[in-house]
């Protein structure tokens, strides 16, 4: 081993059902931990001199793992540390990517910073949350983040990317779309700013008039967002197992106003609706659900929908990678056959390979 390189100890054969909040899937063929950047540069180097995959992991929030389990390292990022560095007008909040986000987002609120009170009670590490571009409630990430550090295994180098470079969308970013499994990210750094919170959705701004608060502050809203998402099974609760999922399965499908107009037939009523730039209108994955003949609580065998949120597929004990599939498999050709929408799913799939009904599930279409 050259002077200076860390030594690398990977585990093998490790369960890795119990590190996520489905609790479903196979163990990893090897396993570790990376506290630091030099961490994850050492295992990269492992993989890459023994030909193998190298699969970075959170918490296991947002991931399906196939029955078999993933090939390679599995790589949990453990990388700790908050820092808020003053700047100008706004503070620069830098966090490592194994601080859990909800903890990040309370330590914003409690510093009197505004930005990420909407994102509060979401599951998952920090560095995960750019990856998806996490939204919620009127905020994403992508509104706030600055930029982040990650490792290039494409270079084996460490980087500094812009939030102009992260490619950010809907639900997406560069991370899950072209360069997907490229980087692992290692900290990322926020702008916030002293001030109000975000109050724009109407599920918010109801909990708080029935809580006769007229001027919410920033933990008033982070407090009516915890307690709406507890009542759809969005908050992880051993005692709940409505929460054995990995929250909203299928994201809200973004389509044309004239598409929106046209559901109306199919529908034979209004179709709910939320206005995006562009002329566009965000639909309700779980309207479209519930309207396919699929409602909350639906159950096939050992899955079956949450019976708070439609959205969730829950494993309701002893569960397999290919129960959950053949459900999201018939939740998205019901939506369908019924308006013609093909619903994507938020999660990623890891050590499927190139199997069929992945590839259905990812397959973008409207």
């Excluded at 899950?176 to 926020?190: I, L, N, P, T």
């Excluded at 397999?320 to 050709?333: M, S």
């Amino acid at each position: 081993m050259p002077d200076g390189e860390r030594p690398v100890r990977p585990d093998a054969g490790v369960p890795l059902a119990p590190l996520t909040t489905l609790g479903i899937g196979g163990p990893a063929q090897w396993f570790m931990r990376a506290a630091t950047a030099d961490d994850v540069a050492a295992a990269h180097r492992w993989c890459r001199d023994r030909s193998l995959p190298l699969f970075p992991l959170g918490d296991g929030s947002n991931l399906v793992i196939a029955d078999a389990g993933i090939p390679g390292l599995v790589l949990q990022i453990a990388i700790a540390g908050t820092l808020f560095a003053p700047r100008r007008s706004e503070t620069v909040v830098r966090v490592g990517a194994g601080e859990p986000w909800d903890r990040t987002v309370e330590a914003t609120v409690s510093h009197g910073l505004a930005g990420l009170e909407c994102l509060s009670g979401i599951p998952g590490r920090t560095g995960a949350t750019p990856i998806q571009n996490v939204g919620a409630y009127g905020q994403e990430v992508s509104n706030t983040l600055v930029d982040l550090t990650a490792f290039d295994t494409a270079t084996g180098r460490l980087v500094t990317l812009s939030a102009d470079e992260c490619g950010f969308g809907y639900r997406t970013s560069r991370f899950k779309q072209r360069d997907a499994g490229r980087f692992v990210v290692c900290d990322v750094g926020f702008a916030l700013r002293y001030g109000p919170p975000t109050l724009v959705y109407p599920d918010v701004i109801r909990y708080l008039q029935g809580a006769a608060v007229s001027s919410p502050t920033l933990n008033d809203v982070r407090q009516a967002v915890l307690a709406i998402r507890r009542t759809k099974g969005m908050v992880i609760d051993e005692a709940d197992p409505d929460t054995r999922s990995v929250g909203s399965f299928f994201t809200n499908p973004v389509v044309s106003a004239g598409v929106h107009a046209d559901l109306a037939d199919r529908a034979g009523g209004p179709v709910p609706g939320f206005p995006m730039p562009g002329g566009q209108v965000k639909i309700p994955a779980a309207w479209l659900i519930e309207q396919s003949g699929l409602g909350r609580g639906y159950g096939r065998g050992r899955v079956g929908l949450s019976s708070k949120h439609p959205l969730a597929i829950i494993n309701r004990g002893g569960a397999t990678a290919r129960d959950l599939l053949d459900l999201a498999v018939l939740i998205k050709r019901r939506v369908e056959d019924r308006f013609g929408i093909g619903l994507v799913p938020e999660p990623v799939f890891a050590g499927f390979g190139d199997d069929a009904d992945v590839a259905y599930l990812v397959e973008r279409r409207l």
